[in-house]
């Protein structure tokens, strides 16, 4: 068993909205101390974690002058040389401020659209002088809950031409490899969201005029959100070098966003997302975007981190157990034998006769491939 503590070259980040997070819900007030940005990049660093993400105005609030912003931005790099700590993703709150609480690249008010697209225009240039090189928009607030108030024809076009802008913007600065992605969510903070899963979000990217530059972040949590498989939806994106991000965290599927610690609940998916990206040497950070419970003061929010980080390495290592098990790799052999078959052409194919009742004698071993990695995931292999 390995020690599971984080290298650099583990690619873990954690948002730093999630260790500022002081505790507050819909029904209560903060429960700890408020942290800065600058401290969370500082002691993440210490930690051994390799990169951070955020919403510009984590680091710099909105208002700030910019002799403030210029002065936050340089510490934060002071502190990045200092504890070996990149930024991987700098996106826009635009779902705090109540003159987005109808969306931002959505609103009605051609107003409330223009500032969304300098909130994100901002994120863009923190992001650049921090070296990171994308910019995740979760709009949060692009939504609704009165279906005759908003068309979502015209929402989804609004998206469409709020993405073209931004990238032509990136184009024009010449940020190279900066690059776009999409974190959908189907609900909360509005009661529906528009672009709620992955798959929604990629059919739209398909049509922005630069496609290649503009990917999703998944989150495991808002997949669960929906009633959805978190592995199969980091699964699609990746298939299609869409997955440029990823946040890790847990959910009880079909409840508030609950963003709870990194395998503190559906344990079984989340190992075999941890299998995904790790067998397919996926690059991208292991980004952690969950809260630490409300009843956790200032100093257990560290025990928090370290359990995402800790629960994240057990399950590579899980991983790594799994794919040497010679009785479970012995019954997938057996499973996948002669997968990679030739489809022969329409001419053939419709002229071919098919013993169907044999083939569905074909043994499939789901309940013994089940039973042993439920085994393995308890310890007992
Ligand atoms: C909200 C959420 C956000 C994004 C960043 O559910 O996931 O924190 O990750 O804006
Ligand atoms: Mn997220």
């Not at 609004?158 to 990238?167: A, K, P, V």
């Not at 969510?185 to 059919?203: I, Q, S, V, W």
């Not at 169907?356 to 039973?371: F, G, I, P, S």
Request: aromatic fraction near 8%; charged fraction near 30%; hydrophobic fraction near 35%.
């Amino acid at each position: 068993m390995g020690d599971h503590q984080p290298k650099k070259s583990d690619h873990f980040s954690f948002g730093l909205w999630t260790i500022m997070n002081t505790g507050r819900d819909p029904f209560g007030e903060p429960t700890r101390e408020p942290i800065s940005g600058l401290d969370v990049i500082t002691e993440l660093g210490r930690r051994n974690v390799y990169a951070y993400e955020m919403h510009a105005e984590d680091l710099v609030p909105a208002g700030s002058t910019a002799a403030q912003r210029d002065r936050l931005i340089k510490e934060a790099n002071q502190r990045m040389a200092d504890e070996n700590i990149i930024c991987v993703n700098c996106g826009a709150n635009v779902f705090a401020h109540p003159v987005f609480k109808d969306g931002g690249l959505t609103s009605h008010d051609p107003k409330v659209r223009q500032l969304a697209l300098q909130r994100y225009l901002n994120a863009i240039d923190i992001g650049h002088e921090v070296g990171c090189n994308l910019c995740d928009l979760w709009w949060g607030r692009d939504g609704a809950e009165v279906d005759a108030a908003k068309d979502p024809v015209e929402a989804i076009k609004r998206l469409r031409e709020g993405l073209n802008y931004l990238q032509q913007y990136i184009d024009e600065q010449s940020y190279a490899g900066y690059r776009l992605a999409i974190e959908p969510k189907p609900n909360e903070p509005r009661g529906d969201t528009y672009l709620p899963t992955g798959g929604h979000a990629l059919a739209l990217i398909a049509t922005l005029d630069k496609p290649e530059n503009c990917g999703v972040v998944i989150e495991l949590a808002h997949a669960r959100m929906a009633g959805l498989n978190a592995y199969h939806e980091v699964a699609q994106a990746l298939e299609c070098g869409k997955l440029f991000d990823c946040h890790f965290n847990a959910q009880k599927p079909l409840r508030f966003d609950q963003d709870l610690r990194f395998g503190a609940e559906d344990l079984k998916e989340s190992f075999f997302v941890v299998k995904l990206v790790e067998d397919a040497g996926w690059d991208g950070p292991r980004s952690f975007d969950a809260h630490p419970y409300r009843t956790a003061d200032r100093e257990e929010v560290w025990d928090f981190v370290e359990g995402c980080i800790r629960t994240y390495l057990i399950l590579r290592e899980k991983v790594r157990q799994f794919n040497a098990d010679a009785d479970i790799q012995s019954l997938l052999k057996e499973i996948h034998e002669g997968a990679e078959g030739p489809i022969p052409p329409p001419a053939e194919l419709s002229k071919m006769s098919f013993d169907a009742d044999a083939l569905a004698r074909r043994k499939m071993h789901h309940e013994r491939l089940d039973q042993l990695t439920q085994e393995l995931l308890l310890g007992v292999r």
